[in-house]
């Protein structure tokens, strides 16, 4: 029977705005998550256009991977990681994203980052921007909205693929892109925010600007595309999702219908333009019935077409339910949106569903439509961690959870899906996305920081870490 692919990109994964801190240190810029307050489960963060004295801003310092890259590659080296999913923040690069030049201590920043991975043989997985951008972009132009995004975000495209052609292989143009058809998507990844104060799950929305400004993201990512495969053919160029799977609550064909439409519009339709080169048919109902009118160049269907993408990535943490029923309420979180409670499924303390199977019923969807290689770059459990007396921590949860994960993404390979890795997401501990939250932990390496602020920032290896070492060593057939 078919196991895991020998070279099998087994790793984790990080983004720079959670992860690195450092926010205004040899001349980065501010981004839109320096800007994000902290939050907790039952507090939406908020963002501010101002910096408000003695509000806590959680990316700034995150859990500063700047001065301790090279402890931290070496942590993941000794787990065996063969790649490290990691971002590049684009105001590092481009302060504002405005400047012709870039800024040379950004770049000189990275390459030490890939110098040190290289060492240890680990493949770094590069996402080209992860849910920030130049905050000045957000004022210049509401962010995405404004069609000069695209141009920027190719000069820093351009920037750092020549700066690393040798270093990185593999390339992923936005993280989870599919987040700007949500209203959350306006701060996460749009941009769309010019003037807003306030809590990130109250942004004004406007479905047309949401649109519009994605519409710019899939053309800038379709040519970036573009530009590597002519001047950088080693270069793999991606994309990323978040999947969301549904199910339909009942066999009522009203919630299988339910269920195929917001499966199209939030989890395919993304992913169809990237994959496919075209915007698919289902999308212009779905337009015409929301007042929706793209405005396009009349290039951008070609570069669509010639932009796409060489292997599909996404994040899977959990499924909801969908029902038409007006009785039956949506109950249950997730990342960025919630559904119904699944009464066969157990949550997670922050109300996501932990569904191994879907991960395995997901990845043959996903090969049986695309038929290109997959790669599950996010995937783990946000948990609360106990730290013992002596520095132990026991995440039996988290191994129990990844565990399950692996078994159903082996159980894909059997069916025949072209996987080639997995990066659990924030393999080392980072702010939380959705609440900016430190007590959200995926890690399998603690790091000393509290929702307070406090912390000596000092790195712990959990339970979990000898347990994916060993994992990771007998190329997934190790699970217990
Ligand atoms: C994904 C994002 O949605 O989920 C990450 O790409 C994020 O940036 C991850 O951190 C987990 O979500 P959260 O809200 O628990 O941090």
């Given at each position: 029977m078919k196991g895991f692919r020998k070279d099998f990109l087994w790793g984790g994964a990080t983004a720079a705005n959670q992860y690195e801190g450092a926010w205004d240190v040899d001349g980065k810029g501010p981004s839109v998550s320096d800007m994000c307050?902290?939050?907790?489960?039952?507090?939406?963060?908020?963002?501010?256009?101002?910096?408000?004295?003695?509000?806590?801003?959680?990316?700034?310092?995150?859990?500063?991977?700047?001065?301790?890259?090279?402890?931290?590659?070496?942590?993941?080296?000794?787990?065996?990681?063969?790649?490290?999913?990691?971002?590049i923040a684009w105001t590092r690069i481009f302060p504002t994203g405005m400047e012709k030049e870039p800024n040379e201590a950004g770049l000189a920043f990275y390459d030490k980052v890939f110098d040190e991975c290289r060492k240890y043989d680990i493949e770094p997985l590069v996402t080209i921007s992860h849910y920030e951008m130049p905050y000045a972009l957000v004022e210049k132009c509401n962010g995405w909205e404004g069609r000069e995004c695209i141009e920027y975000y190719m000069n820093y495209c351009k920037a750092v693929f020549e700066r690393y052609k040798d270093k990185v292989k593999y390339w992923l143009t936005f993280n989870e892109i599919n987040s700007g058809t949500m209203p959350m998507g306006n701060v996460l990844s749009l941009g769309t925010i010019k003037g807003y104060t306030g809590s990130v799950m109250e942004t004004p929305d406007n479905p047309q600007i949401r649109f519009q400004a994605l519409h710019h993201q899939f053309v800038a990512s379709a040519l970036a595309v573009q530009y590597a495969h002519i001047h950088y053919p080693q270069f793999m160029m991606g994309n990323m999702c978040i999947f969301a799977t549904m199910y339909p609550y009942t066999c009522n064909p009203d919630d299988i219908i339910e269920t195929q439409k917001q499966m199209q519009m939030m989890n395919w339709f993304s992913s169809d333009i990237h994959v496919r080169g075209y915007y698919p048919s289902y999308s212009e109902r779905f337009f015409e019935e929301n007042h929706i009118?793209?405005?396009?160049?009349?290039e951008d269907d070609e570069i669509l077409k010639k932009g796409t993408v060489d292997f599909y990535t996404f994040s899977y943490y959990m499924s909801n339910c969908v029902s038409t029923d007006p009785e039956v309420k949506a109950q249950s979180g997730g990342n960025l949106m919630g559904g119904v409670t699944n009464p066969y499924l157990k949550a997670s303390d922050w109300g996501w569903q932990i569904d191994p199977k879907g991960l395995r019923y997901t990845l043959n969807e996903l090969y049986g439509r695309y038929q290109i290689p997959l790669m599950v770059v996010e995937n783990g459990l946000g948990a609360y961690d106990k730290l013992e007396e002596d520095g132990s921590i026991h995440d039996d949860y988290r191994i129990g959870y990844l565990r399950e994960h692996i078994r159903e993404m082996k159980e894909a390979v059997k069916d025949g899906v072209d996987l080639m890795g997995y990066t659990p997401w924030g393999w080392i501990d980072v702010v939380s996305a959705s609440t900016g939250e430190m007590a959200k932990r995926y890690g399998f390496v603690y790091v000393d920081k509290y929702d307070d602020g406090t912390g000596d920032l000092g790195r712990r290896k959990k339970d979990s870490f000898w347990w994916y070492k060993k994992v990771i060593a007998s190329n997934g057939e190790d699970l217990d």
């Open positions: 307050t902290n939050g907790s489960h039952t507090t939406p963060k908020r963002v501010t256009r101002e910096f408000e004295e003695g509000t806590l801003y959680p990316s700034r310092e995150a859990t500063d991977f700047y001065h301790h890259y090279q402890e931290d590659i070496a942590l993941a080296a000794e787990m065996g990681f063969k790649c490290f999913r990691m971002s009118t793209i405005r396009k160049e009349p």
